[in-house]
């Protein structure tokens, strides 16, 4: 065989392993953005119920980004917290140990152990995302994060199940406005001087998240 011969021979291989990473990965985007879907549509109307109840609760979508709101009024003034999620472009191999799906480990950087993610972000935590989910190729998604420590599902669960999930959120949320359900504000280990409250400024505290 000469080299034309050999080198389409190998060309043609990585045409063909090309092809298949490609509709793996597509097949993850795929179920992640199934699952964004459904958890935004869920988070939506979980909403309207807890408007409903009297709750002052509502939700914001632009695109693949969702922004669930929850105000609690308490002595003439308002608590506000809010939430942020939204899916990320892209799938990667995933390590948290939390996350990974139950068929796989850390070391299967193969894109057939890929996820893709969906990821919440709150002012009350800071910078770093509060609640991350893988979703897999089969389906099955997994999440962690200070609304919800740890739970798995499937991509396909019935309204019920994903609705349930989104109460689940929506009631921390509540909690973390309200400062109920072993929510609450501490101290900071801050400097705090006698000029600081002589103009007014506030002790800095820090949340403590329900559990």
């Not at 807890?50 to 308002?78: F, H, I, K």
């Not at 996820?115 to 998604?141: H, K, L, N």
Request: hydrophobic letters at 35%; proline letters at 3%.
């Amino acid at each position: 065989m000469g080299f034309e011969e050999s080198a389409l021979v190998r060309l043609g291989r990585y045409r063909e392993e090309a092809d298949r990473s490609l509709e793996v990965r597509r097949g993850i985007e795929s179920a992640t953005r199934r699952f964004s879907e459904r958890l935004f549509a869920g988070l939506e109307y979980v909403a309207a119920l807890g408007r409903r109840a009297g709750l002052d609760a509502e939700t914001q979508r632009a695109g693949d980004l969702l922004v669930l709101r929850v105000e609690a009024e308490s002595g003439g003034g308002t608590a506000e917290t809010r939430t942020t999620f939204g899916r990320l472009p892209g799938t990667a191999a995933e390590t948290d140990e939390d996350l990974i799906h139950e068929d796989l480990s850390r070391y299967d950087l193969d894109p057939s152990g890929f996820s893709g993610r969906v990821v919440g972000w709150s002012e009350e935590a800071g910078d770093e995302t509060c609640q991350i989910f893988a979703v897999y190729g089969d389906g099955i998604w997994k999440t962690k994060g200070i609304f919800v420590a740890k739970s798995r599902g499937r991509v396909d669960d019935p309204e019920d199940v994903m609705n349930g999930f989104c109460l689940r959120i929506l009631g921390r949320l509540v909690d973390t406005a309200a400062l109920t359900g072993g929510a609450g504000r501490r101290w900071a280990h801050e400097p705090y001087t006698l000029p600081d409250l002589l103009s007014g400024r506030e002790h800095p505290t820090e949340l403590r998240w329900s559990r």
